[in-house]
């Protein structure tokens, strides 16, 4: 079963020195916490505000290639956790076939974000996320702890 979530916000960790995606679903009753690098998150950042850079990012790249070759992003889905590691996959429409590619969960989410397509995460995922001391640790978060992205 799968999930649909939203870029909910982007936080930096100082503990672990990193940046935090939340993605929640519409009701805000699943939370999925994904840490990235900083390139990761400026990318999402900026689809997210909409800043458009004098040059391509690698994101903005990999839209307009899929554009220009007619093809579609369907959906992205965070299909697994393994050893603290998420894994995603990118689903594209491509004339009459439908393709499904591994990526990284920022670099799907990125796209996704650029190409306006839902993001999913299987239910499985959820369950394995979720320990008492992250969502003690996650209940905890203030607003202002989420930036200008909170919602």
């Given at each position: 079963m799968l999930t649909q979530m939203h870029v909910r916000g982007l936080m930096f960790d100082p503990y672990t020195n990193a940046y935090i995606i939340i993605?929640?679903?519409?009701?805000?009753?699943e939370m999925l916490p994904i840490w990235v690098g900083k390139p990761e998150a400026s990318a999402i950042s900026f689809a997210m505000e909409g800043v458009a850079t004098p040059r391509p990012m690698t994101h903005d790249l990999m839209k307009t290639?899929?554009?220009?070759?007619d093809a579609?992003?369907?959906s992205v889905v965070v299909t697994d956790l393994k050893?603290?590691?998420?894994?995603?996959r990118v689903h594209l429409l491509y004339e009459d076939s439908e393709y499904s590619i591994d990526a990284r969960p920022s670099?799907?989410?990125?796209?996704a974000l650029r190409a306006k397509t839902p993001i999913f995460v299987n239910d499985d995922v959820?369950?394995?996320?979720?320990?008492e001391e992250m969502d003690r640790w996650l209940e905890n978060l203030k607003p202002e702890d989420f930036?200008?992205?909170d919602a």
């Open positions: 993605l929640r679903d519409d009701s805000n009753a290639v899929l554009d220009t070759a579609k992003v369907i050893e603290n590691t998420y894994y995603a670099d799907a989410i990125a796209l959820i369950r394995k996320h979720s320990n930036g200008k992205f």
